[in-house]
C-alpha cells in the first residue's frame, strides 16, 4: 500500500510538471511543428522526392531536441519577422520607438551602448513618456559601453519614475559585479508580454542613417518576435536584474501568450561564462547545427555568417573548417572597414587558417569583407532553413567574457531572408580570396600574426586577475581543504600526546 501511494504521488508530481510547462514549450508540440514546417518547406521543392522528407525531419527533430534538452528555451509558435528596409537600422529604430510609445504595462530594455545622439533622445523620450503612462520602465545599460550616457538623461528617466541601471561599474566596490573586460553586450528590448527585439543594433549615432541623427557606419541585424519567445527573453532579461542585486522577486511574472498559428520554433540562447554555473548555449548550438548538417537531400548545404569580429575560439574554427571540408558551401560577410584598431589584421591572420586548407569545391568557401561601413550585425544560417541572430560575435571576448543573447530560428523563410541580406551585401563588398591570403607579403603576415596574438591574450582568463569568480572559488575550496587537513593533523599529535 505504501509503495504504490509513493508511486501514485510521484505520478502525481510528474502530471503537474508537465502540465506546469506552457503548451508553446512542450516537447509534443514543438516535434509536431518541427514536421509542419520542414515537410512544408520541402514539398514546395519541385524535384524533390516524397521520401525524401522523413530523413530530413529525422535529422532537425534529432538536432533540436539535443538542443532542447541541454539549453531549453524552446518554443513554438512565434511569429518572427527581419527588418527589410534600407538602411535597416533605421527600420529597427522606428519599430522600437513605436512599440515603446504603445506600451501599457511594462518596458524592460537592455543594451550595450546607449549614447548622446538625437536617436538616443528620442529613445529616452519615450521611455520617459511610457514611465509617465504608469508602465514599469527599467533600462540596463553597460557602464563601459554607455560611458556617454548623460547625466541629463539619468534625470529625466529617473524623474518620471523609469529605472536606470548601469552594469558593473567596476570602479564602485559596492556595485561592481566584476573585473573591466566582464560586460553586457546583450541587446533585448522586451514590451509588456506581446513583443519583443533581438539583435546587433545598439542606441547610438552609428546604428541609423542621417534621416533619424545618425551617421549610418555600422550594419546591423535585428528581429522582431512575438509569440511564447517574448516571455524566454523576458527570463534572460530578469537573470541581468539579479546579477545586479536587483530584487526580480518584485517583477510581475511574463505570463506566455497561445502559440500563434503557422507560427516558427524559437529558442533563446546565452552565453554566460563568468558564474560557476556557466551557459555557453550559444556556442553549444551553434557547433551542434553546423556539425550535423552532412547527407542533407536538397542539392545545396550551406553555411552563411555575417560578424563583426572573426577570430573564434578554436572549437568553433574547427566546426567552420569541418563544414568545408565536408562539401559545404561556406559564405563569410566581415567587416573591412572595423571600428576596432587591429581587428582587421587579426581577421586575416584568422582567414589565413582556412585558405591555407584545400577543400573539395574550389568556390565553396568565400569571404566578403565590407568597405562602405562596418558589418556589426551577428548572423549564422544553416542549410536554408535555421539561422541565429543576436548580440554574439565570432569572437573570443563573446564567447568568453562577454553576457550575450542570440535567438535560433527553425523556419526557411527567415533562413531564406536573412540569406538574401548576406547575399546583398556581398554584392557591395570586396571578395578576399585564397591568392589575396597567401600572397600577402611576409612583414604584413607577421604584423598580423602579432596582432591575432594580442587580441587572444586579452580573451584569456588571466587577463581578468584575481576577481575571476572561477578562481575565487577554486582558491576558497584549496584554502578550506588545506586548513581543515592541518587541523586534523594537528588534532592527532594531541590525541597522540595525551595518550603517552
Not at 95 to 111: D, Q
Not at 161 to 178: E, S, T, W
Not at 355 to 364: H, L, M, Q
Not at 406 to 419: H, Q, T, W
Request: proline share 4%; glycine share 6%.
Amino acid at each position: 500500500m505504501i509503495r504504490r501511494s509513493l508511486l501514485g504521488d510521484s505520478t502525481r508530481d510528474e502530471a503537474t510538471r508537465i502540465n506546469e510547462v506552457p503548451v508553446s514549450h512542450r516537447w509534443v508540440f514543438i516535434s509536431s511543428e518541427i514536421r509542419r514546417i520542414i515537410s512544408g518547406s520541402l514539398l514546395r521543392t519541385p524535384t524533390l522526392a516524397t521520401d525524401s522528407i522523413t530523413p530530413e525531419v529525422t535529422k532537425w527533430t534529432r538536432i533540436l531536441s539535443q538542443l532542447n534538452e541541454r539549453l531549453g528555451r524552446m518554443s513554438g509558435g512565434n511569429d518572427v519577422v527581419c527588418s527589410n528596409g534600407v538602411p535597416l537600422g533605421d527600420q529597427t529604430a522606428t519599430e522600437m520607438l513605436n512599440a515603446i510609445n504603445s506600451a501599457k504595462r511594462r518596458v524592460w530594455m537592455e543594451v550595450y551602448i546607449f549614447d548622446d545622439s538625437p536617436l538616443a533622445a528620442q529613445f529616452v523620450r519615450a521611455l520617459k513618456n511610457a514611465a509617465k503612462r504608469g508602465c514599469e520602465v527599467i533600462l540596463i545599460i553597460d557602464y563601459i559601453g554607455s560611458f556617454g550616457f548623460p547625466s541629463l538623461f539619468l534625470n529625466e528617466l529617473s524623474k518620471h519614475g523609469a529605472q536606470v541601471i548601469v552594469f558593473n561599474p567596476f570602479m564602485d566596490r559596492q556595485l561592481a559585479i566584476g573585473t573591466m573586460p566582464f560586460r553586457n553586450h546583450k541587446k533585448i528590448l522586451v514590451v509588456d508580454n506581446d513583443i519583443a527585439f533581438c539583435g546587433s543594433m545598439n542606441v547610438s549615432v552609428d546604428s541609423t542613417s542621417s534621416k533619424m541623427g545618425g551617421n549610418g557606419r555600422f550594419y546591423d541585424i535585428n528581429l522582431r518576435i512575438r509569440g511564447p519567445a517574448v516571455c524566454d527573453l523576458a527570463n534572460v532579461f530578469k537573470r541581468t536584474l539579479a546579477m545586479t542585486s536587483y530584487k526580480v522577486e518584485d517583477l510581475q511574472p511574463c505570463v506566455p501568450p497561445s502559440p500563434i498559428e503557422d507560427g516558427v520554433i524559437v529558442q533563446v540562447l546565452e552565453s554566460d561564462m563568468f558564474r560557476l554555473s556557466r551557459r555557453n548555449g550559444i556556442q553549444s548550438s551553434l557547433a551542434t547545427v553546423i556539425s550535423n548538417i552532412e547527407h542533407a537531400v536538397k542539392a545545396e548545404q550551406n553555411v552563411y555568417l555575417t560578424t563583426s569580429y572573426f577570430y573564434p575560439p578554436g572549437f568553433l574554427r574547427r566546426t567552420l573548417l569541418s563544414a568545408c571540408k565536408r562539401g559545404l558551401q561556406v559564405h563569410m560577410l566581415l567587416s573591412g572597414n572595423s571600428d576596432v584598431p587591429g581587428d582587421i589584421n587579426a581577421t586575416l591572420h584568422v582567414l589565413r587558417k582556412f585558405f591555407r586548407k584545400r577543400f573539395e569545391g574550389a568556390n565553396d568557401f568565400k569571404v566578403y569583407m565590407t568597405t562602405k561601413e562596418h558589418c556589426h550585425g551577428k548572423c549564422v544560417v544553416v542549410d536554408d532553413i535555421w539561422s541565429c541572430v543576436g548580440s554574439f560575435n565570432w569572437d573570443r571576448w563573446s564567447s568568453r567574457r562577454n553576457l550575450e543573447v542570440s535567438v535560433g530560428i527553425l523556419d526557411p523563410s527567415i533562413a531564406v531572408k536573412l540569406k538574401s541580406l548576406q547575399m546583398e551585401k556581398e554584392k557591395e563588398a570586396v571578395e578576399y580570396t585564397r591568392a589575396d591570403s597567401l600572397n600577402r607579403p611576409t612583414l604584413l603576415k607577421i604584423f598580423d600574426s602579432l596582432l591575432y596574438k594580442i587580441v587572444r591574450f586579452s580573451g584569456r582568463n588571466c587577463f581578468d586577475g584575481l576577481s575571476n569568480d572561477g578562481f575565487k572559488s577554486r582558491f576558497k575550496k584549496a584554502f578550506i581543504r588545506t586548513l581543515i587537513d592541518d587541523k586534523a593533523a594537528e588534532t592527532i599529535a594531541l590525541c597522540n600526546m595525551a595518550g603517552v
